[in-house]
Nanobody, 123 residues
Framework: QVQLVESGGGLVQTGDSLRLSCAAS????????MGWFRQAPGKERVFVAN????????YYADSVKGRFTISRDNAKNTVYLQMNSLKPEDTAIYYC????????????????WGKGILVTVSS
């Protein structure tokens, strides 16, 4: 089992950058595929990015490709989401996720979720 705690959210302006961090408990962080989802007010939870066990495989939603970068530090049990050129439509609660078996954009298949952190981008 793994527990996930997000940090780094907040209020920024259009065009700003923000880096989210997600600290995972436990000794087997490197055995989990990691990712980020987000949920905007009144909308469904959607895939943002994920990263493979080794950190080599990285996948992004089209809406964030070229602006967001996911990375992981297995020594620190942490996954990051660097968000650049933020837009008001990026405003959402961002959730860190972990799964031991799948690298998937499907939220129904994810085993572990953090509580989420709010990112607000003002225009």
């Amino acid at each position: 089992q793994v527990q996930l705690v997000e940090s780094g959210g907040g209020l920024v302006q259009t065009g700003d950058s923000l880096r989210l961090s997600c600290a995972a408990s436990g000794r087997t962080f490197s055995r989990y595929h990691m990712g980020w989802f987000r949920q905007a007010p009144g909308k469904e939870r959607v895939f943002v990015a994920n990263i493979s066990l080794s950190g080599i495989g990285k996948y992004y939603a089209d809406s964030v490709k070229g602006r967001f970068t996911i990375s992981r530090d297995n020594a620190k049990n942490t996954v990051y989401l660097q968000m650049n050129s933020l837009k008001p439509e990026d405003t959402a609660i961002y959730y860190c996720v972990a799964d031991p078996t799948e690298l998937t954009p499907n939220p129904t298949n994810i085993d572990y979720w953090g509580k989420g952190i709010l990112v607000t981008v003002s225009s």
